[in-house]
């Protein structure tokens, strides 16, 4: 596209003065798609914010990755495989752990949980679980109760509090189904403890069903003598399945078994994955209705121009030179209004980000302000996509410029 093309398609976008309504119908059409661009880029923007403030709550309670044994089998020399673990050189930390299912019963009101034995001085260095202890404290040694009674401490959930009337210093009761070694009806164990503390970590299926207590403790209740498995934090958290199949090998294979923290998500990033996918399918429709007013004021200019068209081609202007004027037309478009809109939507993106101005309930979606995260492939993704939109448009009116015949595009007014 040559400079003159150019010049001329520009000179076209403003329209006569006495059929100024072309002129206006391209500044909507030029509106609407900026529109799209920064709905589109700012829809994305969320989309991110809220993803990582997921991950991260994911990671902070539950560590990149986990080394366990197939059949669900016991680790009993854990202390020595924690120490080969911690031997790797991605590896930063190593703790153990133990799962399982029980109900939990104060005053009558019972609840089934998940509990997670843990060793509560070093599960601080694999996940945040400390961090989110919001009431009494982290810890899980004896601990005196409000009735003067002293306990092994346990950690509840906010929402398993509230739902139980429990506070920090109230009594509770274990109860789980333990296999027995050589018996074939499994034993029921239980154990009363302390709440030492509340921990709140903005996932609700988390803070509802999730307890922790010692290691010893889930031993007992349990009937074991080793534990599930290793929890292992990683030097990056995006390489956490390699490092986890890493650290595998480096234990000798099978037995073991790595699980890192997106494989015990899958479904859940997999629906974010999806969700950000169709935002932007629907929200660039929005690009295809403003693209699809091209086509309209196209073809009015066209109609406007239709003598100078004429002119033109009777000077010596080829069909295709005529084709790329009207498609310089809607390219200009496309860039003006997906350049404004983008620069509006990252402009409004990094001010949040810096200043967090917008405001959301915090009691719906577990933070107070707006997330949002711009990246740069998002951005080049929608600048690319809106001005190909823009672009593609063009050719059928384009195209129809260009089979105009030169002695009637003149005769015609």
């Given at each position: 596209?040559?400079?003159?093309?150019?010049?001329?398609?520009?000179?076209?976008?403003?329209?006569?003065?006495?059929?100024?309504?072309?002129?206006?119908?391209?500044?909507?059409?030029?509106?609407?798609?900026?529109?799209?661009?920064?709905?589109?880029?700012?829809?994305?923007?969320?989309?991110?914010?809220?993803?990582?403030?997921?991950?991260?709550?994911?990671?902070?309670?539950?560590?990149?990755?986990?080394?366990?044994?197939?059949?669900?089998?016991?680790?009993?020399?854990?202390?020595?495989?924690?120490?080969?673990?911690?031997?790797?050189?991605?590896?930063?930390?190593?703790?153990?752990?133990?799962?399982?299912?029980?109900?939990?019963?104060?005053?009558?009101?019972?609840?089934?949980?998940?509990?997670?034995?843990?060793?509560?001085?070093?599960?601080?260095?694999?996940?945040?679980?400390?961090?989110?202890?919001?009431?009494?404290?982290?810890?899980?040694?004896?601990?005196?109760?409000?009735?003067?009674?002293?306990?092994?401490?346990?950690?509840?959930?906010?929402?398993?509090?509230?739902?139980?009337?429990?506070?920090?210093?109230?009594?509770?009761?274990?109860?789980?189904?333990?296999?027995?070694?050589?018996?074939?009806?499994?034993?029921?164990?239980?154990?009363?403890?302390?709440?030492?503390?509340?921990?709140?970590?903005?996932?609700?299926?988390?803070?509802?069903?999730?307890?922790?207590?010692?290691?010893?403790?889930?031993?007992?209740?349990?009937?074991?003598?080793?534990?599930?498995?290793?929890?292992?934090?990683?030097?990056?958290?995006?390489?956490?399945?390699?490092?986890?199949?890493?650290?595998?090998?480096?234990?000798?294979?099978?037995?073991?078994?790595?699980?890192?923290?997106?494989?015990?998500?899958?479904?859940?990033?997999?629906?974010?994955?999806?969700?950000?996918?169709?935002?932007?399918?629907?929200?660039?429709?929005i690009v295809v209705v403003a693209a699809f007013n091209i086509?309209?004021?196209?073809?009015?200019?066209?109609?406007?121009?239709?003598?100078?068209?004429?002119?033109?081609?009777s000077m010596g202007a080829t069909s295709n030179a005529i084709?790329?004027?009207?498609?310089?037309?809607?390219?200009?478009?496309?860039?003006?209004?997906?350049?404004?809109?983008?620069?509006?939507?990252?402009?409004?993106?990094?001010?949040?980000?810096?200043?967090?101005?917008?405001?959301?309930?915090?009691?719906?979606?577990?933070?107070?302000?707006?997330?949002?995260?711009?990246?740069?492939?998002?951005?080049?993704?929608?600048?690319?996509?809106?001005?190909?939109?823009?672009?593609?448009?063009?050719?059928?009116?384009?195209?129809?410029?260009?089979?105009?015949?030169?002695?009637?595009?003149?005769?015609?007014?």
């Amino acid at each position: 596209m040559g400079p003159m093309e150019l010049f001329i398609a520009v000179r076209y976008l403003r329209g006569k003065r006495k059929i100024g309504f072309i002129s206006w119908i391209t500044y909507i059409t030029a509106m609407g798609v900026c529109l799209g661009s920064f709905v589109l880029i700012v829809a994305l923007a969320v989309a991110n914010g809220f993803e990582k403030e997921v991950r991260d709550r994911i990671v902070g309670t539950l560590a990149h990755a986990k080394i366990t044994q197939y059949h669900g089998n016991d680790m009993v020399s854990y202390d020595s495989l924690r120490r080969v673990i911690l031997g790797h050189p991605q590896v930063v930390a190593a703790a153990p752990f133990i799962t399982g299912k029980a109900g939990i019963e104060r005053d009558q009101v019972q609840e089934g949980v998940m509990f997670i034995g843990i060793d509560d001085s070093l599960e601080q260095t694999v996940t945040d679980l400390n961090a989110t202890v919001g009431w009494g404290r982290f810890s899980l040694d004896s601990t005196l109760s409000d009735r003067q009674r002293k306990f092994p401490g346990i950690l509840i959930g906010k929402g398993l509090a509230d739902r139980m009337g429990i506070r920090d210093g109230a009594e509770v009761v274990l109860m789980s189904i333990a296999p027995v070694e050589g018996e074939i009806d499994p034993v029921p164990k239980m154990a009363r403890f302390t709440v030492s503390g509340v921990f709140e970590t903005g996932m609700y299926e988390y803070d509802l069903t999730l307890v922790y207590i010692s290691i010893e403790s889930a031993q007992f209740l349990l009937n074991m003598h080793g534990v599930e498995g290793i929890q292992i934090k990683t030097t990056d958290l995006f390489k956490a399945d390699k490092i986890a199949e890493s650290v595998r090998n480096h234990l000798g294979g099978y037995p073991y078994r790595a699980i890192d923290w997106q494989m015990q998500n899958r479904s859940l990033f997999q629906w974010m994955r999806l969700e950000r996918m169709i935002i932007f399918i629907v929200i660039s429709l929005i690009v295809v209705v403003a693209a699809f007013n091209i086509i309209a004021s196209l073809i009015m200019m066209i109609l406007e121009k239709r003598r100078e068209i004429g002119i033109l081609m009777s000077m010596g202007a080829t069909s295709n030179a005529i084709m790329r004027i009207f498609m310089a037309n809607g390219i200009v478009i496309g860039f003006i209004g997906s350049t404004v809109g983008v620069a509006l939507a990252v402009a409004l993106c990094l001010a949040q980000y810096q200043w967090r101005f917008i405001p959301i309930p915090g009691d719906l979606y577990f933070i107070n302000t707006l997330p949002v995260i711009v990246r740069a492939v998002d951005v080049v993704a929608v600048y690319i996509t809106v001005n190909l939109i823009c672009w593609l448009v063009t050719l059928y009116p384009a195209w129809k410029a260009s089979t105009l015949l030169p002695a009637e595009s003149i005769r015609y007014e």
